[in-house]
């Protein structure tokens, strides 16, 4: 053995390597709940992949064999029906993991300097996941598969210009039809895992390039021993793989409970309309999205003629307020700018395009957080009041929104919507300010 | 570059850096350049294919068995489109609701000229509504709501129209939109003719000019 790793490191970095991510590795040594996220996050994906391989061997991408080939697997293939609700589930349980793994960046500060890039990365990795998951959708072509897709992809029709011919290249066709199967199919198998492939390559590169943060959210690497180790650090390689593996189990306890019992998960997980194959002559009356799309899709729907009028309000109130704030001159005038830019498109466009366009910012929005989040300490622990606050009414917000999204529009949920919608955005445009305001706790040197 | 010794140690003299940058860029400028009219055909392969482009035909339909206050939906060129044999009451309703309308004169929506009127339909058999069954916001195919009266998506004094479950968009039974919702321009109305007393013929209007 010995002489063979020899013979291999002098011809391939093999134990540098492992040494370097695993073994010597310093990480914190207070990993919390939170921090099996990014672990579980690759776990489901190397899931996906492999039961996505098991998949296409008996898919059918065409319109006329794809909903039967799926009910093929369902019913014909041996441990069919196992590897289908593994993968189905499985997107499921990737957004739930994600979206946790977003929020501990969120509490702990981890998108902030140093690690602004991980956080970047990260939220390619997020739009990518859902262009993943939306494609993944239609292929069963069942109806909520056919008529979500000729909703998203409508979406791009109110690009001035472009949009109709850029909607039509997507599909392939004037219609939701056999190309735009086929082609989705291409991008689902291969194009888009690639992409993440690579994407949580450069993900874990950039992070161990920094080293994580921890539920203390200061650097380890701030105190050393002789040897250039840090004093709160401790080997990733035994010590977390062996943690994480703890946290792999009762993942898969939980997975496996939903897989084996309660597959269709009330009707979240596998909508009871994708049961029927799609039907271009019959929207289903109770449409939705896959719930971990819903929050953006109620933002969508919260933008009406009457909704206009408040954005104008509130970018009036912002336009008002601004000259009392303290801030560079540069800045000031870039908010004027923006306030401008806002007051013209209010009046050039209407409430359809507006939705698309709030759907779009509210991801937008998210990539800007290193740079909004102006608090002087970064974890939760020490952070002022008016963060906490702050966090509490937006996870409530995009929980509301989530909810609101997965049922009918009436008049009072529309109302609903839009004061979360404000208050979605609110939490994102005022954070430069909150997070500054109130006392913050003494940071420990140490880790506690 | 007369000798290897001045190549290798590279940067010698000034001209020659601003010699090299030079051919570094337009080598760099090269490769952009054909990668970009390599990418041509791969784009262009995704526009849709001839045949997408020339299947939609016309579609003929016999709505003699349609009664007054019937509704089918035909497909036409992959989408659906609505027949409707509208009664007086709800020919009636039309002019009650313009109130509430976005376009109540179509003047921003789509439609051949001999529609674009309160009926949005040839003014020869006014009652018959032939109309693109997609919602003018993201393309969903609305719900009919005929009846008039109370409706829990309508409203309380409904007139009839079409719902739409996605976004909750309102449109009266000539397809016209509400004030207020998601979808900004009334439903299309493609061309069509008579071919005789009970034969529509959708997509096609050519007659009409002759
Ligand atoms: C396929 C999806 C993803 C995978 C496989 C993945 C994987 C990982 C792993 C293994 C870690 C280190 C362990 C941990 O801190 O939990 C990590 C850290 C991190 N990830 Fe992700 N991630 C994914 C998506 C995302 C997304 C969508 C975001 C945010 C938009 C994000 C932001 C971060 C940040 C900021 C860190 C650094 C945490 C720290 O140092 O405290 N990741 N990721
Ligand atoms: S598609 Fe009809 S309201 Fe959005």
């Known amino acids: 053995m010995g002489n063979f790793m020899e013979w291999l490191d002098r011809r391939f970095p093999a134990t540098q390597v492992w040494n370097d991510h695993m073994a010597k590795y310093w990480t914190p040594k207070n990993f919390n709940f939170w921090y099996y996220f990014g672990v579980l996050s690759i776990v489901i994906l190397v899931l996906q992949i492999v039961t996505g391989i098991f998949l296409t061997m008996h898919y059918k991408p065409d319109v006329t064999l794809a909903f039967a080939s799926v009910e093929y697997i369902m019913r014909d293939v041996p441990w069919g029906w196992l590897i289908r609700y593994l993968h189905a589930i499985g997107a499921s349980a990737f957004f739930v993991v994600i979206y946790l793994h977003m929020f501990r960046g969120l509490i702990y500060g981890s998108s902030r300097e140093p690690r602004e890039l991980v956080w970047l990365i990260g939220c390619v990795i997020y739009v990518a996941l859902m262009a993943e998951s939306f494609m993944g959708y239609l292929l069963p072509w069942g109806n909520m598969s056919y008529w979500g897709a000729q909703v998203i992809i409508s979406l791009f029709d109110v690009i001035p210009y472009v949009g109709p011919a850029l909607s039509e290249w997507i599909r392939g066709d004037f219609v939701v039809s056999d190309a735009t199967l086929n082609r989705f199919f291409a991008f689902h198998v291969i194009a888009v895992p690639l992409i993440l492939c690579v994407l949580v390559f450069l993900h874990i590169v950039a992070l161990h390039k920094v080293g994580s943060l921890n539920p203390d959210g200061i650097e380890i690497k701030e105190n050393k021993d002789k040897g250039g180790i840090p004093l709160d650090g401790i080997a990733f390689h035994p010590y977390y793989t062996v943690k994480d593996t703890v946290g792999v189990v009762v993942f898969f306890i939980i997975y496996l409970g939903v897989v084996f019992y309660w597959p269709e998960g009330g009707g979240v997980l596998l909508e009871k309309d994708n049961f029927t194959p799609a039907n271009s002559l019959q929207t289903p009356p109770d449409i939705v999205p896959l719930w971990y799309f819903t929050p953006f899709y109620s933002i969508l729907r919260a933008s009406t003629a009457d909704f206009l009028v408040v954005l104008g309000s509130l970018t009036a109130i912002a336009a008002i307020a601004t000259p009392f704030i303290k801030t560079k001159r540069s800045n000031k005038i870039a908010a004027f700018v923006g306030y401008g830019v806002i007051a013209i498109c209010l009046f050039i466009f209407d409430a359809k395009w507006w939705g698309v366009v709030m759907m779009a910012m509210a991801i937008v929005v998210m990539f800007l957080l290193p740079w909004l989040d102006k608090s002087p300490v970064k974890s939760i622990r020490y952070r002022s009041l008016p963060f906490k606050i702050a966090v509490t009414i937006f996870v409530l917000a995009f929980i509301s929104l989530g909810y609101l999204g997965m049922h009918p529009v009436s008049a009072l949920s529309t109302i609903q919507a839009q004061t979360c919608t404000v208050l979605y955005f609110a939490f994102f445009a005022l954070m430069p300010f909150y997070t500054t305001w109130g006392k913050t706790k003494p940071v420990p040197e140490r880790l506690t | ?210």
């Open chain 2, 1 to 210: 570059m007369s000798s290897n010794e001045e190549s290798s140690n590279g940067d010698s003299t000034n001209e020659n850096r601003s010699r090299r940058r030079f051919i570094t860029g337009l080598t760099s400028a090269a490769w952009a350049v054909s990668a970009a009219y390599a990418a041509v055909p791969l784009v262009l392969s995704m526009t849709p294919s001839a045949r997408a482009r020339n299947a939609g035909a016309p579609v003929e339909f016999d709505f003699s068995k349609l009664q007054a206050g019937q509704m089918v939906k035909v497909e036409w060129r992959g989408m659906p489109v609505v027949v409707l044999r509208r009664t007086p009451a709800m020919m009636a309703g039309l002019d009650e609701v313009t109130e509430l309308l976005a376009d109540p004169d179509s003047a921003d929506s789509v439609q051949p000229g001999y529609a674009q009127n309160p009926a949005r339909a040839d003014a020869n058999k006014n009652e018959i509504l032939v109309m693109l069954s997609v919602c003018t916001h993201l393309g969903c195919s609305p719900v009919e709501k005929l009846a008039v009266g109370p409706d829990p998506e309508m409203g309380e004094d409904s007139k009839g129209g079409f719902f739409c479950p996605c976004h909750g968009s309102k449109f009266d039974l000539a397809g016209r939109v509400y004030k207020n919702v998601p979808a900004n321009k009334n439903m299309v109305i493609p061309p069509y003719q008579y071919l005789d007393e009970n034969v529509i013929l959708i997509g096609d209007d050519e007659a009409r000019n002759a």
